[in-house]
């Protein structure tokens, strides 16, 4: 409320004009001066115009439109080298990881028992031992 007793104050006093003012003939005589501090434009244009001759822009005008397809060639490399890099990483499969799933027969329908040699390199992995596993494994985990 007070807030608003200041702002009817301040009304009564400046009333609704504008405090600030522009000097007379500011905007007429802004536009010369603004144009008599920028520097000399004939000299920098003159040095453009003796220096383009001289160079060939056709090379650079080249390689600007070639620029898209290299960079397209450079990603299609760097995928191809990503892939083959993640085929060679792949470790080979030996013949007993191939032999459980053959070894499946269809007259008794049974699988043999899954490979269970990873568990101890994850036991390994999350610190676990005997004790919380056999916990885990348990019914009433």
């Not at 000097?23 to 040095?47: C, D, I, N, S």
């Not at 390689?63 to 060639?73: E, F, I, K, S």
């Not at 792949?90 to 008794?108: E, F, K, L, N, W």
């Amino acid at each position: 409320m007070m807030e608003h007793n200041d702002e009817l104050d301040l009304k009564k006093m400046v009333g609704n004009r504008n405090p600030f003012r522009v000097p007379e003939g500011y905007f007429e005589q802004l536009t010369q001066q603004v144009m008599q501090q920028l520097p000399e434009r004939e000299q920098h244009v003159a040095k453009q115009q003796s220096i383009a001759p001289q160079t060939n822009s056709q090379p650079r005008a080249r390689r600007v439109q070639m620029r898209p397809w290299l960079y397209a060639a450079a990603c299609t490399a760097l995928a191809m080298m990503l892939g083959v890099s993640y085929y060679f990483m792949q470790s080979p499969a030996t013949s007993t990881d191939a032999a459980p799933m053959a070894a499946v027969t269809p007259a008794t329908n049974v699988a043999p028992a899954p490979d269970n040699s990873y568990i101890d390199e994850v036991a390994d992995y999350v610190m676990m031992d005997n004790a919380e596993i056999y916990a885990c494994l348990s019914e009433n985990y």
